[in-house]
């Protein structure tokens, strides 16, 4: 499946300096903000529970295009970027747009909030039409993400 390609140099899809969010902001976020998934982004619907079960748009990036991802790993995903404070910068009161993860085989994803439903993030992988920004974000996920 060939994803099109997203626009390059947008601000919005920038990382919030590491120290820039407390954690309590993290915590309250990660009360607030849930992973709903998209079944725009699936090829294998898994465990989500889409009606229809799912619809792929060749436009999109696929989040399980490599492996079946279920909404608990997802989830844990989403839930440990926040943790990091893997997110977009935002204003007080609001939400980040953006929130990036990378699971334990180096795939980086990004979850967006949707629009209309701001506390609601769909997810996909960054693949290789986009490596820049895979490689923006595991390289600072490598300097958040404590080692085992």
């Given at each position: ?68 991802v ?30 990036w ?28 039409d ?19």
């Open positions: 499946m060939t994803a099109r390609k997203r626009q390059g140099n947008r601000p919005d899809r920038r990382i919030a300096p590491r120290d820039g969010i407390s954690s309590e902001v993290r915590a309250a976020l990660k009360a607030r903000l849930r992973y709903v998934g998209s079944a725009n982004h699936k090829l294998r619907p898994g465990d989500y529970g889409f009606v229809p079960t799912h619809n792929p748009r060749p436009s999109k990036s696929p989040c399980d295009e490599l492996r079946s279920l909404i608990a790993e997802a989830t844990a995903l989403f839930e440990q970027g926040i943790d990091l404070g893997m997110v977009s910068s935002f204003e007080d009161g609001c939400v980040p747009k953006y929130v993860s990378v699971d334990a085989s180096g795939e980086v994803y990004e979850a967006k909030a949707k629009p209309g439903q701001e506390e609601q993030y769909h997810g996909y992988r960054l693949g290789d986009e490596r820049t920004m895979r490689h923006y974000v595991l390289n600072e996920w490598n300097k958040r993400c404590p080692k085992s």
